[in-house]
């Protein structure tokens, strides 16, 4: 029995992480992405997660209404964000869930092949 999730065509799919690198459908990524299932693209964000902003999110935040749920992915290890962000990002509608890169990866091809609107935030730290 094939138990492999059906992936409909031109969704992005994140094949690995490794060495501070995200391999996206055939493609590597040396900085921090946002990954969505209709496209992956450069964040532009470098530090690490306590220095996040507002600001940040601007491009989610501009479409927060068709997003069901950020999995942000915060490198090695799981560093919550600031209470004053994370209320502000939940102001403007989004859900952010926290988790190490790792974990967000393969949570975020589970998700969007369930059909789920959903979109990685990753950080190669």
Do not use: H
């Not at 138990?3 to 990524?29: H, R």
């Not at 997660?49 to 600001?55: C, K, N, Q, V």
Request: net charge negative.
């Amino acid at each position: 029995m094939d138990v492999t999730p059906l992936i409909k065509a031109n969704q992005q799919v994140i094949q690995s992480y490794a060495g501070g690198q995200f391999k996206v459908s055939g493609e590597t990524y040396g900085g921090a992405v946002f990954v969505l299932p209709s496209e992956t693209r450069d964040w532009g964000f470098s530090g690490e997660i306590g220095d996040l902003e507002e600001a940040d999110f601007e491009f989610l935040t501009n479409q927060a209404d068709e997003i069901d749920v950020v999995l942000l992915g915060c490198g090695k290890a799981t560093t919550f964000l600031k209470p004053k962000l994370r209320n502000a990002l939940k102001e403007k509608g989004l859900s952010v869930d926290v988790m190490d890169s790792g974990a967000a990866c393969r949570t975020y091809n589970v998700l969007m092949a369930e059909g789920r609107r959903v979109v990685a935030a990753l950080i190669p730290v």
